[in-house]
Nanobody, 124 residues
Framework: QVQLVESGGGLVQAGGSLRLSCAASGRTFGVYSMGWFRQAPGKEREFVAA????????YYTDSVKSRFIISRDNAKNTLYLQMTSVKPEDTAIYYCAAGRGTAQAMGVSHANYWGQGTQVTVSS
């Protein structure tokens, strides 16, 4: 089992940058594919990005490609999401998740563990 704690959310102006972190407990962080998801008010939780166990492969939803970068540091048991050129439509609660499957298959229904979320608000 792994416990996940997100941090780094906050209020940012459109066009700005923000880096989210997700700290994982335990010594098994490296066996999980990791992902970031988000949920805006009144909307379903959606996939944002995923990264393979070694960090060698990453996947993004189309709306964040070229703006967000997912990365991980297995030595520090930490997952990151670097957000740049943020837009008001990026406003949501961002969740990190761990999955036993592949990063390519990471989806809301495939994540095994979730963090509590961190709020990101982008002002126009």
């Amino acid at each position: 089992q792994v416990q996940l704690v997100e941090s780094g959310g906050g209020l940012v102006q459109a066009g700005g940058s923000l880096r989210l972190s997700c700290a994982a407990s335990g010594r098994t962080f490296g066996v999980y594919s990791m992902g970031w998801f988000r949920q805006a008010p009144g909307k379903e939780r959606e996939f944002v990005a995923a990264i393979s166990r070694t960090g060698g492969s990453s996947y993004y939803t189309d709306s964040v490609k070229s703006r967000f970068i997912i990365s991980r540091d297995n030595a520090k048991n930490t997952l990151y999401l670097q957000m740049t050129s943020v837009k008001p439509e990026d406003t949501a609660i961002y969740y990190c998740a761990a999955g036993r499957g592949t990063a390519q298959a990471m989806g809301v229904s495939h994540a095994n563990y979730w963090g509590q979320g961190t709020q990101v608000t982008v002002s126009s």
